[in-house]
């Protein structure tokens, strides 16, 4: 028999567990499926130093940990679980968490969207695990990583995916950034503020970034570019030490402190793809989302001058936050005060549908 549950928090990074503290003390029933690794992208950071209320830092593991205890704190279920499929059709909403056999938990997030609809398929014979009244998605998005040697190795060790999280600890040291986006624009950016100088890795001969993103990494004095080159591997003992790069199909190792990978993000979606609008990179649309498709949901909402649940989905009671709704800023404060908006926006929702 399913369990029902009043609200159902998927995923449990800072806008997954702020979003359980508010609705915890709402005295709203609030289970969060945490995942198998559960606290998000910041389980792998070492130090936190942006995050308001922690002047002298804190490790990226220990903050999450202290998240989750205060949601707990206030009668919030962490599930250690993956959710694995959802049927959003009609209220209450169900929701899988078993997995066929032979399945590796591990490799979940990995999948395609075909291979994420396949399996669920294959879970929805069965009856959902728990109902819910409303969902809040907060999924988050994993950086894409490229699979360079040494990527792995020296994660948090000189390798990092967040300039703006990041760049403070490279301080007179010489760092490189990988990608032609507005992303990897931005983290050179952000870099040449602290580091002794930045090199730009890109494989073609031109930028796909903003022209005026552009020309301000080109006309920087302290940022240089690597143009028809990739990353082969990336080389230290305890910490990042050099890069051998392929330039022009010539090969040469060069002395580095700091590799920034800059290619993208890939929101944690895929159960969701039939089940709610999804934009055409996978992101959660909701009448707040910073595109043109979510102005266009915001403008459908409004009423006296007001958008309605801004946090809201193309499904009336499913809501979201953080980095899967995030195309922008994906940092932890924003993460969290996504969190808090979409619990309030359930709250006043469900009191509607229950008065």
């Not at 997954?16 to 606290?39: D, K, N, W």
Request: with cysteine; aromatic share 8%; hydrophobic share 40%.
């Amino acid at each position: 028999m399913s369990k029902a549950v009043k609200i159902a928090i998927i995923g449990s990074g800072p806008a997954g567990y702020t979003a359980a503290i508010y609705t915890s003390r709402a005295q709203l029933e609030t289970t969060v499926f945490a995942g198998y690794q559960s606290g998000g992208q910041l389980m792998f950071t070492t130090d936190v130093e942006n995050f308001p209320g922690f002047p002298e830092g804190i490790m990226g593991p220990k903050m999450m940990m202290q998240f989750r205890k205060q949601a707990e704190r206030f009668g919030t279920t962490v599930q250690d679980i993956h959710v694995t499929a959802v049927d959003f059709s009609a209220r209450p909403f169900k929701i899988w968490t078993t997995l066929p056999e032979g399945t590796d938990p591990q490799k979940l997030a990995d999948l395609t969207v075909d291979e994420q609809k396949e399996l669920s398929a294959k879970i929805k014979t069965g009856e959902p695990e728990f109902i819910a009244d409303a969902v809040i998605i907060a999924t988050g998005a994993s950086p894409i990583k490229p699979g360079i040697l040494g990527e792995e190795e020296f994660s948090a060790k000189g390798v990092s995916y967040c300039a703006v999280c990041d760049a403070a600890f490279f301080r007179e040291k010489e760092t490189y950034v990988v990608g032609g986006g507005d992303s990897a624009m931005e983290d050179a950016l952000a870099l040449a503020k602290f580091a002794s100088h930045v090199t730009v890795i890109h494989r073609r001969d031109s930028f796909k970034a903003s022209k005026i993103m552009q020309e301000r990494v080109l006309n920087h004095e302290k940022i240089s570019v690597l143009w028809n080159t990739t990353l082969e591997e990336i080389i230290g003992t305890q910490v990042v030490e050099q890069v051998k790069v392929k330039e022009n199909g010539e090969e040469k190792i060069l002395p580095a402190q700091g590799v920034f990978i800059a290619i993208g993000h890939r929101p944690q979606t895929g159960i969701f793809a039939e089940q709610i609008e999804l934009d055409g990179h996978g992101y959660v649309v909701t009448r707040q989302s910073a595109t043109e498709v979510g102005v266009q949901h915001a403008q459908a909402a409004l009423a006296d001058g007001l958008v309605q649940y801004p946090s809201m989905t193309s499904v009336e009671g499913v809501f979201a936050a953080g980095d899967n709704v995030d195309v922008r800023y994906k940092q932890a404060v924003t993460a969290a005060g996504q969190g808090c908006a979409a619990s309030l926006d359930a709250e006043r929702w469900l009191e509607r549908q229950d008065s």
